[in-house]
């Protein structure tokens, strides 16, 4: 009784504090926390629907994606079937891991989902959130109609002299590593590569990371490239998203209306990320705004190049669209091919060399191709490379479907749309999972063997397949705009080394090679070779 009175009258005291306008600090704790909860919650509950595994509160299931890396969502996929939730801290995606459902996503109902979800550390940085990846609407739509133009066949074909003049140079590093080490570092030299035919391509800057004597560039500043590189390093560094990443972005996937905020506030303080995030972006646009004005200059004196920024800005003046094509977009967009263009299309050349170093029947069918095109000397146009080497056309999507690059693709829906019978509401997040489509066992049989003539188009496999089911470029109208040029390097480069090499696993490679998931699938310790050279073998 007793202690019924006493609970009575703290309960009449805590309603007079009440009454006086000072709740107790329990109760204001427990306000604050159910709306906390409730805040926490709400994404969630909009998607309730679709079925997903358990999630850790708070972080959700990034400590299985920083211990599996994407590999998990094929274990997800199994259990819960082709559309499931997945949580990014607070924030749960709809990964859909089914090419009917990529199809109607990327496609059919394209308008509805047509822009992607600003992953954390992108949220307020201009560099990222004005080039094409991320822009939004109407201003997308602009700005992809604007510069498809410049990866037309026509465009894409007066690159290839340049691209192959840094393939060679490919080559040449090959044969001076295989001199000078006990393997050849691969990817490695294959990344240098694509970063050079990014600098030729796209900023119209030789950045001479396969020379074997760097020359200061002329003209300009001797630093810029190896600036701009180290930069470019910097800044990608902070664009994991896990929970060793910026404050900010720690807290952005937690409780994403405060990021912002907290953003400002950090960048203010000496020492933190946040500040060193600011400040090498802040370096990366001046450098790159300095080229660009450089580079007007040059146009202006009328000195003609076929480099990417060199076209937007005779598109900028051709078209008149000032607001597009304004600094800060050609800055983005500039910038954009080296964060889009070199890692990826590295990871897919090594990943090639790698899986036909260990497979002596696709070898020989890929030499067999390779020498039958003509003399070493004779250089495949852009219409050789589409219709002259079928084969290779088979490895090189047998590859990609192996190791996925880019394994999700982020879009999000902008209207309540229906996908796979679950309604989702505006603002979902919804993920395309390429990565898990890739080893769908009804798609590809077997499918952790590596088997370039499932692609053969006479296959039954290949006539039976879903034809959505190989996109590692994506879907629709937002698919990669760099495909086609991807594709160019990626072959001129295999059909170079094929006629001058064949290659082994080295011993100081790892067995089996080991992946990590950064912003795209990586060889955590590289692809290290050894390369024969096909004139001193007895493989002619
Ligand atoms: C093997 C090489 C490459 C792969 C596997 C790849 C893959 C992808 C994927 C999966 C997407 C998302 C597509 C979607 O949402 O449906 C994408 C978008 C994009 N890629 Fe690539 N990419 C590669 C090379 C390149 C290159 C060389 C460039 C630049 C020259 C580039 C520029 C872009 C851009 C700008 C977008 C955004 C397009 C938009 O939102 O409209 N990519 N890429």
Redesign the pocket.
């Known amino acids: 009784m007793d202690l019924l009175r006493g609970w009575l009258s703290g309960w009449e005291n805590t309603e007079m504090n009440l009454v006086r306008g000072c709740a107790p600090p329990l109760l204001s704790s427990v306000i604050l926390l159910v709306a906390f909860l409730v805040y926490f919650y709400l994404p969630y509950w909009r998607v309730r629907a679709v079925p997903g595994p358990p999630a850790t509160f708070l972080v959700g299931h990034l400590p299985a994606l920083a211990k599996y890396g994407p590999d998990i969502l094929r274990v997800f996929a199994k259990e819960y079937g082709p559309i499931f939730r997945f949580h990014m801290g607070r924030q749960p995606l709809v990964i859909v891991a089914d090419a009917e459902l990529c199809k109607e996503v990327?496609i059919k109902k394209f308008k509805d989902i047509k822009n992607?979800s600003s992953p954390p550390p992108t949220v307020g940085s201009p560099l990222h959130q004005d080039a094409?990846?991320l822009t939004r609407d109407s201003t997308?739509s602009s700005m992809?109609n604007t510069i498809t133009p410049l990866y037309q066949p026509a465009r894409l074909s007066a690159l290839i002299p340049t691209v192959q003049s840094y393939v060679r140079a490919l080559g040449g590093s090959i044969s001076a590593a295989q001199r000078q080490q006990p393997f050849v570092p691969f990817s490695d030299l294959a990344l240098r590569m694509a970063i050079d035919v990014i600098g030729a391509t796209a900023f119209g800057v030789d950045f001479a990371l396969s020379a074997a004597q760097p020359q200061p560039e002329a003209g300009g500043d001797p630093h810029f490239a190896a600036d701009l590189l180290s930069e470019c390093e910097e800044s990608m560094a902070y664009l994991r998203m896990d929970l060793s990443s910026s404050l900010s972005t720690v807290l952005g996937l937690v409780a994403p209306a405060l990021q912002i905020p907290l953003k400002h506030f950090l960048e203010r303080l000496p020492g933190t990320t946040d500040r060193a995030i600011r400040a090498v972006e802040a370096r990366l646009c001046r450098r790159i705004d300095a080229l660009v004005a450089r580079r007007s200059g040059e146009r202006e004196r009328g000195e003609g190049s076929v480099d990417f920024l060199a076209a937007l800005l005779r598109a900028r003046g051709s078209e008149g669209d000032e607001e597009l094509l304004a600094p800060n977009y050609i800055r983005a967009l500039t910038y954009?091919?080296l964060l889009?263009?070199t890692r990826?299309?590295a990871f897919?050349i090594s990943s090639v060399v790698y899986l036909v170093a260990k497979r002596p029947d696709v070898e020989t069918k890929l030499l067999h191709e390779i020498d039958a095109f003509g003399p070493r000397d004779r250089d495949p146009t852009a219409d050789d490379l589409h219709t002259k080497f079928p084969y290779l056309d088979q490895v090189i999507k047998e590859a990609?479907r192996f190791y996925t690059?880019?394994p999700l693709?982020a879009r999000e829906t902008s209207q309540q749309v229906e996908i796979g019978g679950y309604v989702l509401p505006k603002g979902t997040y919804v993920w395309l999972a390429?990565g898990v489509l890739a080893k769908d066992p009804n798609q590809f049989p077997e499918p952790d063997v590596f088997r370039p003539e499932r692609f053969d188009p006479t296959c039954e496999e290949e006539k039976r397949r879903h034809p959505y089911a190989h996109i590692?470029?994506?879907?629709?109208p937002?698919?990669?705009?760099?495909?086609k040029?991807?594709l160019h390097e990626?072959k001129l480069t295999i059909i170079h080394l094929y006629r001058h090499f064949v290659f082994r696993h080295s011993p100081h490679m790892e067995s089996p090679i080991e992946l990590e998931y950064g912003l795209v699938l990586e060889f955590k310790h590289g692809v290290k070779l050894i390369a024969i050279n096909r004139d001193a073998s007895s493989f002619d």
């Open positions: 990327g992607r094409l990846f997308w992809r954009e091919h889009a263009g990826t299309t897919t990609m690059v880019s693709v390429l590692p470029f994506g879907i629709g937002r698919a990669c705009i760099g495909q040029f991807a990626i």
